[in-house]
Nanobody, 126 residues
Framework: QVQLVESGGGLVQAGDSLRLSCAAS????????MGWFRQAPGKERDLVAA????????YYADSVKGRFTISRDNAKNTVYLQMNSLKPEDTAVYYC???????????????????WGQGTQVTVSS
């Protein structure tokens, strides 16, 4: 069982930066592929970025490439999402999710993530 707690959301202006954190419980964090998803009002939950458990592969949605960076600190059981050059269209609730082991392919599907956090709101004003 893994529990995930996101933090770091808030209200910022366009062009600003935020760093989201997701702290995980348990002693096998390094064995989990981690993903960041977001859901805007009235829209589906979409994958933003993912990082495989081995750290060898990352995925970014086209809309965030070059602006967002996913990283992890296994010693702290934490995954991060550094968000730069934020745009109003980045406004959403951001969720982190975990799947045991996983591959680059499975990391891109929300159905393969077993554990989810409660979400943190990110609002970007124009």
């Amino acid at each position: 069982q893994v529990q995930l707690v996101e933090s770091g959301g808030g209200l910022v202006q366009a062009g600003d930066s935020l760093r989201l954190s997701c702290a995980a419980s348990g002693r096998t964090f390094s064995s989990y592929t981690m993903g960041w998803f977001r859901q805007a009002p009235g829209k589906e939950r979409d994958l933003v970025a993912a990082l495989t458990w081995s750290g060898g592969s990352t995925y970014y949605a086209d809309s965030v490439k070059g602006r967002f960076t996913i990283s992890r600190d296994n010693a702290k059981n934490t995954v991060y999402l550094q968000m730069n050059s934020l745009k109003p269209e980045d406004t959403a609730v951001y969720y982190c999710a975990a799947q045991l082991f996983g591959t680059y392919s499975s990391s891109r599907s929300s159905a393969t993530y077993k554990y989810w956090g409660q979400g943190t709101q990110v609002t970007v004003s124009s």
